[in-house]
């Protein structure tokens, strides 16, 4: 009940200390807190950068397959091109080929 500033409880003792004893362990209470303070600061950090790092690989992976998307588009369009052409060039060897025949025949 009535604790004096120098007495200090360890378990169910109530154990006297020196006010130099008291300051030290004060002290050390002080510098233990500040430890905590700082590791959960260091977590803290530590989180962000992880979720900054998932953050840019997840853009870097969004951005690359939006390339390869842009890519496989070109492609298909490059294709597309290409067998059009090859329906014109098919379309315009029938067309010699009917008038070669009723020029001949």
């Known amino acids: 009940a009535g604790v004096e500033p120098s007495a200090f409880r360890v378990g169910k003792r109530l154990v006297f200390l020196t006010d130099a ?29 992880m979720a900054v790092r998932h953050t840019r690989s997840a853009r870097r992976k969004a951005a690359l397959s939006a390339l390869e998307e842009l890519e496989a588009a070109e492609r298909a369009r490059v294709a597309a091109e290409e067998a059009e052409e090859a329906q014109r060039e098919a379309a315009s060897m029938a067309a010699e080929a009917v008038a070669a025949g009723a020029a001949g025949g």
Do not use: N, P, Q, S
């Open 21 to 49: 004893a008291m300051l030290r362990l004060d002290e050390a209470r002080a510098h233990t807190i500040r430890k905590g303070a700082l590791l959960v600061e260091y977590m803290l950090l530590f989180a962000g950068c």
